[in-house]
């Protein structure tokens, strides 16, 4: 489970959480989504500890994210905003690296490799090195070192951003096995279809603070509107884009 509150942050002039409250629940997928600019990143970096709030809290499976980081990076499986790979390494290698990080090894580790290299739709290209990868090609590899140690939580920034469509169709039948099993997901996308089917819950932000959360239909009714393109664009305050 993740659970915010009240998280603050500023980078002079500019205030990117204020105040921010939010739960991401297990067995359930959270959609996290907003315009570019309302803090969602921000939001997310706090929560896979690579940034600290100004004041308020973020924790994972009740572990704060600040002082208990190292407890955190056991629990969470981070796609980021930034996916760099190492371009000498093949993306098997990729995979493997991040395994041992995370403590496994030996036959066990390399099943889970070849597992997600399947279902990701890797093996064309799982033993060349990551120099010269396309986008979607380096999204697929990110999402398997992200999974490679089977996290409890997940935290995806744009998950299907740059993939096909039977790529991303792949990633939204992972995240359904994800909820599923009972784990936690936590997604950002700018695809509003993408949002509705998958996320049980959305959290929209604006200008660094939570607007509006809950089901689809919860928001749908909220607003008036009858689709999620037209309830994100009220909940934003920007119906002039109609």
Partial sequence: MISVDGLRKSFPPVTALDGVAFEARDGEVTGLIGPNGAGKTTALRILYTVMRPDSGAARIDGFDTVKNRRDVQRRIGVLPDSRGLYPRLTAREHVRYYGRLHG?????????????IETLGIADFADRRAKGFSKGQTRKVAMARALVHEPHNLLLDEPTN?????????????????????????????????????????????????????????????????????MFLTLTGRTEAW
């Fill in 162 to 230: 740059g993939l096909d469509v039977g790529s991303s169709r792949a990633v939204h039948r992972l995240i359904d096995g994800w909820r599923r099993q009972g784990r936690c997901v936590l997604f950002c996308s700018h695809i509003m279809q993408e949002v509705a089917a998958v996320a049980d819950r959305i959290v929209v932000m604006a200008a660094g603070r939570i607007v509006a959360q809950g089901t689809v239909a919860e928001l749908l009714r909220r607003t008036g509107t009858d689709d999620l393109e037209r």
């Fill in 104 to 116: 496994l090894g030996g036959a066990e580790l390399e099943r889970r490799i070849d597992t997600l």
